[in-house]
């Protein structure tokens, strides 16, 4: 689980639990299955698709604030020039991705298909909701300002985007002339 929610290479992950990378690499592949099958019976897995939120209709209907944000992960750069290109940020990174549904006490819900390069977090929200604005009915949609914007799309639901915060300025007293 330390390797899936941290940036790591192989190599890194081996130097870590004192393996090689290729080790690290097999036991990921080897166990990988097992822990999807634990965190699936203890009902921790997310939601990869949001027509299926009646699974999380329990869940659901305890949380009235919900958090959404967007996440890039990391990925190789790849070789052939036009992927390049899909796949650069522009953060000097090659990422993909993806948007994150949680709730206050950090529990993600939903974890959405991963998108190529320079997404904006609004226009993924936008084709991930689409047609299922019922799963934030009545609830407090806390976003960042990424989302603006997002409240037209949600109308049966409270968006909440904080207000950025104002330069420091000083202000000098005006010259006096002579």
């Given at each position: 689980m330390?390797?899936?929610?941290?940036?790591?290479?192989w190599?890194?992950?081996?130097?870590?639990?004192?393996?090689?990378?290729?080790?690290?690499?097999?036991?990921?592949?080897?166990?990988?299955?097992?822990?999807?099958?634990?965190?699936?019976?203890?009902s921790?897995?997310?939601?990869?698709?949001?027509?299926?939120?009646?699974k999380?209709?329990?869940?659901?209907?305890?949380?009235?604030?919900?958090?959404?944000?967007?996440?890039?992960?990391?990925?190789?750069r790849?070789?052939?020039?036009?992927?390049?290109?899909?796949?650069?940020?522009?953060?000097?990174?090659?990422?993909?991705?993806?948007?994150?549904?949680?709730?206050?006490?950090?529990?993600?819900?939903?974890?959405?298909?991963?998108?190529?390069g320079?997404?904006?977090?609004?226009?993924?929200?936008?084709?991930?909701?689409?047609?299922?604005?019922?799963?934030?009915?009545?609830?407090?949609?806390?976003?960042?300002?990424?989302?603006?914007?997002?409240?037209?799309?949600?109308?049966?639901?409270?968006?909440?985007?904080?207000?950025?915060?104002?330069?420091?300025?000083?202000?000098?007293?005006?010259?006096?002339?002579?």
């Amino acid at each position: 689980m330390f390797i899936l929610k941290n940036t790591l290479t192989w190599d890194n992950a081996g130097l870590i639990f004192g393996i090689s990378g290729g080790d690290a690499h097999l036991n990921l592949t080897r166990f990988f299955p097992l822990l999807q099958t634990a965190l699936e019976r203890l009902s921790c897995l997310p939601v990869r698709d949001l027509k299926d939120w009646q699974k999380l209709r329990p869940e659901f209907s305890r949380q009235l604030v919900l958090l959404m944000d967007g996440s890039e992960v990391a990925v190789q750069r790849p070789v052939d020039e036009q992927q390049q290109e899909q796949a650069f940020s522009g953060k000097k990174r090659h990422t993909r991705k993806l948007l994150l549904l949680s709730t206050t006490d950090r529990r993600i819900l939903y974890v959405s298909k991963l998108y190529n390069g320079s997404v904006h977090d609004k226009k993924m929200a936008d084709q991930e909701i689409k047609d299922q604005s019922a799963v934030f009915e009545s609830k407090e949609l806390r976003v960042d300002s990424g989302f603006l914007g997002i409240g037209k799309t949600l109308k049966d639901c409270k968006v909440e985007i904080p207000e950025k915060k104002k330069k420091k300025t000083t202000t000098y007293p005006p010259a006096e002339r002579s």
